[in-house]
Nanobody, 114 residues
Framework: QVQLVESGGGLVQAGGSLRLSCAAS????????MGWYRQAPGKQRELVAG??????NYLDSVKGRFTISRDTAKRTVYLQMNSLKPEDTAVYYC?????????WGQGTQVTVSS
């Protein structure tokens, strides 16, 4: 059983910063990838940033503002979000892929006020 627990969301003014963390627990031998998705009201869930052992990718609208990183020893993945915009407002979900299985965190709300 794998559990993902996010933290770090909150309310911030436009131009501000937040750092999200996602800690993984359980039996994890090797994960293919970890990432952050977000879902705004009335919109589909979208991939914001993903990280594997050999690559990192970002949603175009967050490039240059968001940075994903991971601490393998701590089984934690981070999302540093700078220069936040009101359109970044959403519930942010941590995701982990292990072979054919996908795990999700419970989500953390990020609200950016103008």
């Amino acid at each position: 059983q794998v559990q993902l627990v996010e933290s770090g969301g909150g309310l911030v003014q436009a131009g501000g910063s937040l750092r999200l963390s996602c800690a993984a627990s359980g039996t994890i031998f090797r994960s293919n990838s970890m990432g952050w998705y977000r879902q705004a009201p009335g919109k589909q869930r979208e991939l914001v940033a993903g990280i594997t052992e050999i690559s990192i990718n970002y949603l175009d609208s967050v490039k240059g503002r968001f940075t994903i990183s991971r601490d393998t020893a701590k089984r934690t993945v981070y999302l540093q979000m700078n220069s936040l915009k009101p359109e970044d407002t959403a519930v942010y979900y941590c995701n982990m892929a292990i072979g054919p299985l996908t795990y999700w965190g419970q989500g953390t709300q990020v609200t950016v006020s103008s």
